[in-house]
């Protein structure tokens, strides 16, 4: 059973940094594509960042020098190191496996100016 579960939200003032966490199991984590989703109230979900299985790792434009995401395959865990935040990263946070369409239940985070 593929299960991924994320923590680290929180509330932040701008300017802050938080770490999020994402463990998985039932999947062979270092094999696997995972990628970082979030979702503001009133948008659609979007993609933050992206580790691909040959290494590569990808940002979206809006995060890209201060979010960094990174993966413990010994954990099964994924990471997402969000320095100096901005109230436009507030959203709720979800790690995926697209190899399974496998979502966690998401984490909220919350910066204020």
């Known amino acids: 059973q593929v299960q991924l579960v994320e923590s680290g939200g929180g509330l932040v003032q701008a300017g802050g940094s938080l770490r999020l966490s994402c463990a998985a199991s039932g999947i062979i984590f270092s094999l696997r594509t995972m990628g970082w989703y979030r979702q503001a109230p009133g948008k659609q979900r979007e993609l933050v960042a992206i580790?691909?299985?040959?290494?590569?790792?990808n940002y979206a434009d809006s995060v890209k020098g201060r979010f960094t995401l990174s993966r413990d395959n010994a954990k099964n865990t994924m990471y997402l190191q969000m320095n100096s935040l901005k109230p436009e990263d507030t959203a709720v946070y979800y790690c995926?496996?697209?190899?399974?369409?496998?979502w966690g239940q998401g984490t909220q985070v919350t910066v204020s100016s």
């Open positions: 995926n496996c697209p190899f399974y369409d496998a």
């Open positions: 580790s691909r299985s040959g290494g590569s790792t």
